[in-house]
């Protein structure tokens, strides 16, 4: 389909909209090219989706090694993000957004930095890492590899073949170090909507969840600072977000 017929939403992330990445129901081995969809809106509730010019999509290996993802829309309704592979264990698939948005009054925000637009009130720099990860062969890993000069993200700290009833642990990371106390929003997809719980982390960045519902789940961590660079913005909007799927009891198939 063409391009043309995306609602582009892009514009909306200065309000709160925010990418992240699901998991397809595959169960993938050894060599598999791996898919994952990439959807757009605030909070799991969809709308439209961003320029996928401004997007860079990697996927990590196990062993760390970064290599390029590829995007194409899916109707117009979400990107497909598909890398290949070729390592047994834990992928980390990661869409990254970084650009200067500069404000105006009326809520006008222009593309851009504060050396192309000096008289707008204010120019931020809205970063957003979306992350999932994906598993592929038979492996018996337990481990999510840290990924290496990601600026912020979540890393899947606890075993990631998560089940109902268990405990799991995500932790946020900021340049490659532990980040301190922070909040976060937990969505779960219901089959009735979209059930969002407020939730806060350790002294750690260590977010504990407790899912007693099988599906998908998402943690989005929103992080506002005052930094500064000259000629270029005033200030940084970080959204992260996480998806992960937790599944019933016993359901670790070992072969």
């Known amino acids: 389909m063409a391009q043309n017929n995306i609602k582009d939403t892009t514009h909306l992330l200065v309000y709160g909209h925010e990418g992240w990445l699901e998991e397809y129901p595959s169960h993938y081995h050894l060599g598999d090219p791996i898919m994952v969809k990439m959807q757009w809106g605030h909070n799991l509730a969809v709308d439209g989706l961003p320029n996928k010019d401004y997007l860079k999509h990697h996927i990590y290996a196990p062993d760390g090694t970064c290599t390029q993802a590829s995007a194409e829309p899916s109707g117009d309704l979400w990107y497909d993000i598909t890398a290949d592979t070729n390592q047994e264990g834990f992928h980390m698939l990661v869409t990254s957004y970084d650009e200067c948005w500069a404000q105006y009054p009326n809520e006008d925000y222009k593309l851009g930095t504060r050396e192309q637009y000096p008289d707008a009130i204010e120019v931020r720099d809205y970063c957003q890492y979306a992350t999932t990860c994906v598993s592929v062969g038979h492996h018996h890993d337990t481990e999510v590899t840290p990924i290496k000069g990601l600026e912020m993200y979540l890393l899947p ?14 932790q946020l990371m900021l340049q490659d170090k532990p980040a301190d106390a922070h909040k976060g929003t937990l969505i779960y997809q219901s089959e009735n909507g979209l059930v969002e719980t407020e939730i806060a982390s350790d002294a750690n960045g260590i977010f504990t969840v407790k899912p007693d519902k099988v599906g998908t789940y998402c943690l989005i961590v929103r992080h506002v600072t005052d930094d500064k660079k000259d000629g270029i913005y005033e200030g940084r909007n970080f959204t992260i977000t996480h998806c992960f799927k937790v599944g019933e009891h016993g359901h670790h198939h070992h072969h």
């Open 157 to 170: 700290v606890s075993n990631p073949n998560y089940v109902v009833g268990h405990e799991l642990k995500l």
